[in-house]
């Protein structure tokens, strides 16, 4: 017996600081039902979602199971209700295992030899799911797919019969998305309901039954996803046309701009994690790094950009020898970063955002005069940026945690970009992105390289390499297993082998 | 079974903080009559007394502005390693060894030197002092990874002891008739006083600059920003490529030094010679940690909160005296209100859930 049949949130609407996040808002959701949350970002889909779970209180409006009203004040009564959240920021505690992790989010743990008693539940679900996990190995040594499931566990275990999972395969591999799916399916089938926050309209059509679209804090539609199509989708969203494809003119070859030679770099746990890599990269040129995440390409861009040591081999920046520089002089000699796990690295968060507009250039002549930050300059810059990339904040004066997650995105990528660095080392530069924004940030990224600049592109989504590289590395085990010509489509269609090291060219 | 959720609060507005911080005082102060009521003495009369020892009398406030001027100093210069989340908890030894150095000057050149050159030689002597024993826990920390709290905190013990064996060794005075300390410094080495009290004016004004200059640095500077991303995200600060080292052993000259200038405000204005350590400093190294999280961190506030601070010290000195309670009675009833204080903080910024997890889904 489901504990929810239908779950309503009857015109909830909820304020920040006197601005809208939520207004109005209507959502239904019956059992074996997947549901896709759709916005541009801002939208409030989060905020939705976190009202549901009780980390928000709504202003106004209801929440209904099965046609009754229930008050929801915090995740124990949302947990109590049935209901299960995934955050896009996983909340497990990196030094314990799976086990314990399981253990502290269970609220039937037993005082008494917890972790045998826990492992048989464990074990059932992982059965009932086919979940391939290992209950004793600590969270650090998971990859996120493997994370996520973790924290799929953690809910069902909790009795949830509603899983929310806010933008959950923004980082996970292809073929993890495949295995989550494939849980989400056979949840589905079971009676339970799920709903799914995503900016990939692809997934949203593969997986959703019906999609709930929302626009600027209120309902922009409801519908089925057998009726749709991407376009149509995107066209709810935003309120346009969006292109799906950008043109890349062919350019001729600038002056090498970084010249990466026998490249050796530690990862975290002290084993190898670049073995041996050269490559080069252009002006007038992007340069795709495609690869399953977790393969190298992390500490690829640290070294290069100076947070990590290179163990040996050189790293150059047109003919300035940067290897093992700091961070500060990498970047004044024009190589530029947009890390991958931004929100943990990319911002200061309980600073205000034109702070964060400067993290990396707030030492340039033109944001400090001698000692003093010039304010006024500061604040231009930060205006500039968030009416260009579209930043959608109340004002420039707010912490940048409250922003959405798009939003922070948004944010560094302008804050790398607007620079115009000679080389942006970007990684995942689309990850939650919105379409319309991710559409605009293609549109940089061409216009860098048609203005001279070069872009190292580190990314799994190969529609997106293809479309944007002129030139295509792709890494496995640390090592390059080929640099492939984007024109060299019989090559590129082993580029699936390649990425499993099965293939080298 | 009942179990207590904590969740991150969504927003804090400056109404709620205010009254988080009323609420607290008053809880404190609630706990603390109870404290009263156990030694036998009327609360109500005891608080009020306490009141009117610090802000209530003329002398009274006097005193509270004489103590709140290291307090001041002290708290800034806090306000800044803290910050950087740089736990400097050695302020202590950074007051004491500010007023060893300035004792070196006052002593070497006391007879020599004019007043006008050598209070401010004593003042640079006090800062370096200060900075110097700063600047140890911070290399440290940056090249060999020690823990801040450990160092500092165990170079106050070593520069406490260092001045006892200079004071009743070679430093120890010929007018003292045996006491440990040294001489009383010459006439020309002491800070003139407002009449009528013991504030030593100079000193004071030196640590309403200091404020001064501190707000500007944390929020006008790139130094200051620098500061502010690494408190708030130190792996930001390393992918912006700001220097730890350099950052974090400027942030401890600053604070380091200020504790120093302190330890002469306290030599030169208040004892004129140096004795034990627990006279030259009665814990305000220790005080102005409370000060700089009760000013959150930021150095105007500190003005407020060393003066709040100053006035528990006397006035809780002025109920010892009259009501004849143990000397301790102060650090109870400050130890009560830092207590409280925290906890409010906590509940301002998280929200505490009771949930029962006898459920009947759950036992299905
Ligand atoms: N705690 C908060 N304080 C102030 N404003 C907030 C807070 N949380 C969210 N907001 C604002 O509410 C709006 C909606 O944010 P929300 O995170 O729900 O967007 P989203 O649809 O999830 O976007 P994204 O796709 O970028 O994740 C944003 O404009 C955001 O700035
Ligand atoms: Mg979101």
Redesign the interface.
């Given at each position: 017996m489901r504990?929810i049949e239908t779950l309503e949130m009857v015109n909830i609407s909820k304020s920040?600081?006197g601005k809208f996040a939520n207004q109005g808002i209507n959502l239904k959701i019956n059992s074996g039902e997947i549901l896709g949350l759709l916005g541009e970002n801002g939208a409030g889909k989060t905020t939705l979602m976190n009202i549901l779970y009780g980390?928000?209180q709504p202003d106004s409006g209801e929440i209904k199971i099965n046609g009754k009203n229930v008050r929801i004040?915090?995740?124990?009564?949302s947990i109590?209700q049935?209901i299960g959240m995934v955050h896009q920021h996983f909340m497990l505690i990196q030094n314990h295992s799976v086990i314990e992790n399981i253990a502290l989010g269970y609220?039937?743990t037993p005082f008494f030899f917890p972790k045998i008693r826990i492992h048989e539940k464990v074990v059932e679900f992982s059965r009932k799911f086919s979940f391939a996990i290992e209950p004793y190995k600590k969270v650090w040594q998971l990859s996120a797919g493997e994370q996520q499931r973790v924290e799929i566990i953690k809910a069902l275990l909790?009795?949830a019969d509603l899983l929310i999972l806010d933008e959950p395969t923004s980082v996970l591999t292809p073929q993890e998305i495949k295995e989550l799916f494939r849980i989400l399916n056979d949840m589905k089938n079971e009676g339970h309901m799920i709903i799914l926050i995503s900016h990939k309209l692809d997934e949203i059509m593969d997986i959703c039954d019906r999609v709930t679209v929302l626009q600027k804090g209120k309902i922009a539609g409801h519908a089925d996803t057998a009726g749709m199509d991407k376009k149509s989708l995107a066209r709810m969203m935003i309120g346009r046309d969006v292109l799906f494809n950008v043109n890349r003119e062919p350019l001729p070859k600038g002056e090498q701009v970084l010249k990466v030679s026998n490249l050796h770099v530690l990862g975290d746990k002290g084993i190898s994690a670049v073995k041996d890599v050269s490559f080069d990269v252009f002006a007038n040129e992007i340069f795709g790094i495609a690869g399953v995440a977790g393969n190298g390409q992390k500490e690829l861009a640290e070294a290069i950009t100076?947070?990590r040591p290179v163990r040996s081999g050189t790293v150059f920046a047109g003919l300035k020898n940067i290897t093992n520089m700091?961070?500060?002089?990498?970047?004044d000699h024009g190589v530029s970063?947009v890390?991958e796990e931004r929100i943990?690295?990319?911002?200061?968060?309980?600073?205000f955002l034109y702070?964060n507009a400067i993290?990396?250039q707030?030492?340039l002549k033109k944001f400090?005069r001698k000692?003093?930050?010039e304010?006024g300059r500061i604040k231009n810059h930060t205006r500039d940026l968030v009416d260009s990339y579209n930043v959608a904040a109340h004002s420039i004066e707010v912490q940048i945690r409250n922003l959405s997650g798009g939003n922070i995105q948004k944010l560094i990528l302008g804050r790398e970009i607007s620079e115009k660095p000679s080389l942006l080392v970007a990684s995942h530069p689309t990850y939650g992105l919105d379409v319309g924004a991710t559409e605009y940030l293609r549109e940089q990224l061409l216009k860098r390289r048609r203005e001279g600049g070069a872009v190292l592109l580190f990314s799994e989504d190969l529609d997106e390499i293809f479309e944007l590289c002129d030139r295509i590395a792709v890494m496995f085990q640390g090592e390059f297993t080929g640099i492939l010509d984007s024109s060299d489509s019989e090559k590129l269609s082993d580029i699936g082998l390649m990425m499993a090291g099965s293939v080298r060219y | 079974m009942f179990?207590l959720?904590v969740?991150d609060r969504?927003?804090i507005t400056p109404l709620r903080s205010l009254m988080t911080n009323i609420g607290s005082v008053v809880a404190a102060l609630f706990v603390i009559s109870i404290v009263f009521l156990l030694c036998g003495v009327n609360p109500v009369y005891a608080i009020g007394k306490i009141f009117a020892g610090s802000f209530g009398s003329m002398y009274g406030f006097k005193e509270t502005v004489t103590k709140a001027i290291p307090l001041i100093l002290t708290g800034a210069g806090l306000t800044l390693a803290f910050r950087a989340k740089f736990w400097n908890i050695g302020a202590e030894g950074q007051i004491l060894m500010g007023a060893l150095m300035g004792t070196w000057v006052g002593l070497t050149w006391g007879s020599v030197l004019p007043s006008f050159l050598l209070i401010p030689l004593m003042f640079v002597a006090g800062f370096l002092g200060g900075a110097l024993l700063g600047l140890i826990p911070a290399i440290l920390k940056i090249k060999f990874s020690i823990n801040e709290v450990i160092s500092t905190l165990m170079l106050n013990y070593i520069c406490a002891e260092l001045i006892t064996m200079l004071i009743v060794g070679p430093w120890k005075g010929n007018t003292r008739f045996g006491f440990p300390g040294t001489n009383n410094l010459s006439e020309a080495a002491l800070l003139s006083v407002i009449p009528g009290s013991r504030i030593h004016y100079g000193t004071l004004m030196l640590a309403i600059v200091a404020v001064v200059i501190l707000s500007i640095i944390v929020y006008?500077?790139?130094?200051g920003?620098?500061v502010?991303?690494i408190g708030?995200?130190s792996?930001?600060?390393?992918?912006?490529?700001?220097?730890f080292f350099r950052t974090t052993l400027v942030i401890m000259v600053i604070s380091g030094g200020l504790a120093g200038i302190a330890g002469i405000g306290e030599l030169a204005g208040i004892h004129h010679y140096l004795g034990y350590p627990a006279s030259i400093s009665s814990g305000y190294g220790f005080t102005a940690i409370i000060v700089a999280w009760l000013a959150k961190l930021n150095p105007m506030y500190v003005l407020v909160s060393a003066l709040f601070f100053a006035g528990i010290l006397v006035g809780g000195d002025a109920i010892q005296i009259s009501l004849g309670l143990p000397g301790a009675t102060v650090q109870i009833v400050n130890g009560i209100l830092l207590v409280f204080l925290i906890m409010g903080d906590y509940f301002l910024k998280h929200?505490v859930?009771v949930?029962f997890?006898n459920?009947e889904?759950?036992?299905?």
């Open positions: 504990k920040f600081q980390l928000y004040t915090s995740p124990i009564d109590q049935g609220y039937k909790n009795g100076g947070i700091s961070p500060r002089k990498i970047y970063h890390p943990k690295f990319g911002i200061a968060p309980g600073l702070d993290l990396k707030h030492h400090s000692m003093f930050l304010y | 179990k959720t969740y969504e927003t006008r500077t790139r130094f920003y620098e502010r991303v708030e995200n792996e930001a600060g390393k992918y912006a490529g700001i220097d929200r859930v949930g997890s459920r889904h759950l036992t299905k």
